[in-house]
């Protein structure tokens, strides 16, 4: 189990890898959250290297920089 806090995201593997989201998520107190999929973030992130830095940033929590690496380029190899 963990706590996020405002601006921490959920599902970015599933988004990289197209697998089902294996998480289950439970407000404390009212949330607002926003789901973005592939089709929408794949422009944001060409456009915007600070917002690609970011994701790049969470990704980094989870994974190694070879696995990073090899997911982010079968994700933008797939179409959307």
Known sequence: MATLHDGEIIGEMSLLTRAPRTATVAALRPTVTLE???P???PLLAKSPELA???ADWLR???TASEITERIRRFFARPA
């Open 53 to 55: 830095e970011r994701f």
């Open 40 to 42: 929408a973030v794949v």
């Open 61 to 63: 929590r989870d994974f």
């Open 36 to 38: 973005i999929g592939k």
